[in-house]
């Protein structure tokens, strides 16, 4: 894919994550850009190991310690990111033309992108008896200790390294004139100072090899911090756009340095493009004082519970009650709470994915070609967390789920989100309270008597009505592989509203406009819209101009100001950003976020090892946002599905 700037200047305002503070004179080689769980850095300007946040800088030499179910992201000069698992313990150092990570134990994925590579420079991964050397692919380093060495009482390091793309060099520390290349889907181990033989790797083992170093991708409070920047870590925030997306990211300085003539993906469509052309309608310009425009209609009925019951608007399939607290949680809007759970009385599952379930749903009338927004809070709870998945070090044969989803009129399933008790979603967090609600049991002292929760999460999610009708959202929790062990989910301040955009593009029709003025532009006042444009499946938008410009106007856009949907494409070919705010205060996709891209179509990519999309839904040739001496609250500058 293409590069894609991104620039954020003057005052850009949420709740601000201190960084670490930089140890005198020591360079700084990379930046958190992932923190599931609880890591710490220990570095020469501090006297003992300090907790480890979110988006923190990494200097040279600073030794990472990750803890139990624990994963730690770092993006090091926008050229390799480094996902450390739990338990590893790791230095990273830097010299002319070579990067060095020195793994002391556990596991780590390294991906190096070659074209961000210098010539002649190298990236190597050392463990106490081996090294790895690449210039570019993906791979998989493990160390552990094994035995006792013959006649001494020292355990023997072991070291595994496993390439997903690429090619990697690796040898034994003591003996450097035995080398061998690692392919693709092949693995190689080292054992004290025995280079063992290569192995394959089926794509099976690799996908579950590649799989355990996957993060969780809830919506969290890092995720929306990480747009609280200023000028200094403006190019932290460009190598963090690079690791979500996957793309090559130019920040502003290198707009200099960029020959326009060399941008091969310029391009400036013509209306013979595309097989169907919508002419835009006139663009919306204002210089008056704007009237705000209140467009949102609520679908839900008694989306707070604050009937104290599940009726109106509520329907229950198994056992769940209207509750104003579970343990040490009270509701978290208003006075009442729903709950649901998988334990006595919930219902045989017909579909064979839980041996039983519960279900709580609501219908509302859906409108073809209508946009939705679902918002719901919700904490997952579970019996079987922790007792059974610590049985069960490889993965619990139980494993109790919960979803939320919308079934559409005609009959079609949209899973909105899902969590598994032992997957990167489980509940890391233990409670010995007494609870007993609507056959969910437990509490006390003991090993078998604890129960995880996640907390309470908030998600926000773009439902596109395919069809006229009927829909339902619903809310389910199923037992898997035992029914002694019961999950539940706390349900709260749930949800659906009408949500029409300022343009919404879709059944395969298409915008074009080669004027170069902002598609939307307001000078002065005030305005409130959801969204500024969404573009669904099989539809394209192409811009010679902004999205939208915005000068001493206060916006309030809650969903977002693009939301690209699986199947569609926006592209702009203007240099300048894609949209820009100059003065003002703003509220910006605060319930869903600023940018709201999905993919279609999956495939393994080559620079990083990641499954990501075959689709390229946002292409542009600026910055994708910029912001003047401008306040900005948002939930999330980026989700990318």
């Known amino acids: 894919m293409k590069a894609t700037w991104i620039r954020l200047m003057g005052v850009v305002a949420l709740a601000a994550v201190p960084a670490l503070a930089q140890a005198q004179g020591t360079p700084e080689v990379g930046v958190v850009t992932t923190l599931q769980g609880q890591a710490t850095v220990a570095r020469a300007s501090t006297?003992?190991?300090?907790?480890?946040?979110?988006?923190?800088?990494i200097f040279e030499k600073d030794r990472i310690n990750t803890g139990e179910k624990s994963i730690v992201k770092v993006l090091m000069g926008g050229?390799?990111?480094?996902?450390?698992?739990?338990?590893?313990?790791?230095?990273?150092?830097?010299?002319?033309?070579?990067?060095v990570v020195n793994l002391e134990s556990g596991k780590i994925a390294v991906g190096v992108a070659k074209q961000r590579m210098k010539p002649g420079e190298t990236f190597e991964v050392h463990t106490p008896n081996a090294v790895a050397a690449v210039r570019g692919t993906v791979f998989i380093v493990e160390v552990?200790?094994?035995?006792?060495?013959?006649?001494?009482?020292?355990?023997?390091?072991s070291t595994q390294v496993t390439t997903v793309n690429g090619t990697v060099q690796v040898g034994a520390s003591a003996v450097t004139s035995a080398l061998v290349n690692v392919n693709a889907l092949q693995r190689v181990g080292v054992v004290g100072t025995n280079l063992g033989p290569l192995q394959t790797v089926t794509p099976q083992q690799l996908n579950q090899l590649v799989g355990t170093f996957t993060a969780n991708r809830q919506i969290s409070p890092h995720q929306a911090a990480w747009s609280s920047v200023g000028a200094k870590q403006a190019g932290q925030v460009v190598a963090l756009v690079s690791a979500l997306t996957g793309t090559e990211v130019k920040s502003a300085s290198d707009t200099a340095k960029t020959n326009a003539s060399n941008d091969k993906a310029t391009w400036v469509p013509a209306k013979g493009d595309f097989p169907k052309v919508i002419e835009p309608p006139e663009p919306i310009k204002t210089t008056t004082q704007a009237e705000p425009i209140k467009t949102t209609t609520q679908v839900a009925a008694n989306g707070g519970f604050e009937s104290g019951a599940f009726s109106p608007g509520w329907n229950l399939a198994g056992t769940g009650a209207v509750i104003g607290s579970f343990g040490q949680f009270t509701a978290p809007d208003g006075q009442f709470m729903g709950f649901?759970?998988?334990?006595?009385?919930?219902?045989?599952?017909?579909?064979?994915?839980?041996?039983?379930?519960?279900?709580?749903?609501?219908p509302f009338q859906a409108t073809a070609g209508t946009l939705y927004t679902v918002k719901a809070t919700f904490n997952f709870v579970s019996n079987e967390y922790p007792f059974w998945v610590n049985q069960f070090p490889n993965g619990s044969p139980f494993n109790d789920a919960m979803g939320i989803s919308i079934k559409g009129p005609g009959g079609q399933t949209?899973?909105?989100?899902?969590?598994?008790?032992?997957?990167?979603?489980?509940?890391?967090?233990?409670?010995t309270q007494n609870v007993s609600v609507a056959g969910f049991t437990a509490g006390g002292d003991c090993s078998t008597c604890g129960?995880?929760?996640?907390g309470f999460k908030t998600v926000s999610f773009s439902w596109l009505a395919p069809s006229s009708g009927e829909a339902t959202l619903v809310f389910e929790v199923g037992d898997v592989g035992d029914i002694l062990f019961p999950s539940g989910v706390l349900v709260d301040d749930v949800s659906v509203v009408q949500d029409p955009p300022l343009f919404l593009l879709q059944g395969g029709k298409n915008l074009v406009r080669t004027s170069t003025d902002p598609l939307v532009e307001f000078t002065g006042g005030s305005a409130t819209f959801d969204s500024v444009m969404v573009v669904a499946g099989g539809s394209m938008a192409s811009l010679a101009g902004p999205l939208l410009r915005a000068t001493d106007t206060n916006l309030t856009i809650p969903t977002s100001l693009l939301?690209?949907?699986?199947?569609?494409?926006?592209?702009?070919?203007?240099t300048d950003p894609l949209v820009s705010v100059t003065g003002g205060t703003h509220a910006l996709g605060t319930d869903v976020a600023m940018f709201d891209i999905a993919g279609s179509g999956t495939a393994l990519d080559a620079d990083t090892g990641l499954m990501l999309a075959t689709t390229e839904a946002l292409k542009t040739n600026g910055p994708l946002f910029e912001a003047d001496g401008a306040t900005v609250t948002t939930n999330q500058v980026v989700r990318l599905d």
């Open 47 to 57: 006297t003992s190991p300090l907790p480890l946040k979110f988006r923190d800088s």
């Open 79 to 99: 050229r390799a990111i480094v996902t450390v698992r739990e338990l590893s313990v790791l230095t990273v150092t830097e010299e002319v033309g070579r990067t």
């Open 144 to 157: 552990t200790r094994q035995g006792a060495q013959a006649g001494g009482g020292n355990l023997v390091a």
């Open 340 to 362: 649901i759970s998988s334990g006595p009385g919930s219902l045989p599952d017909a579909t064979g994915r839980f041996t039983q379930s519960s279900s709580l749903s609501q």
């Open 414 to 431: 949209t899973q909105l989100t899902q969590l598994q008790v032992n997957s990167a979603f489980s509940p890391t967090q233990v409670s």
């Open 451 to 454: 129960w995880g929760f996640t």
């Open 563 to 574: 939301t690209v949907l699986p199947g569609g494409s926006f592209t702009s070919s203007t």
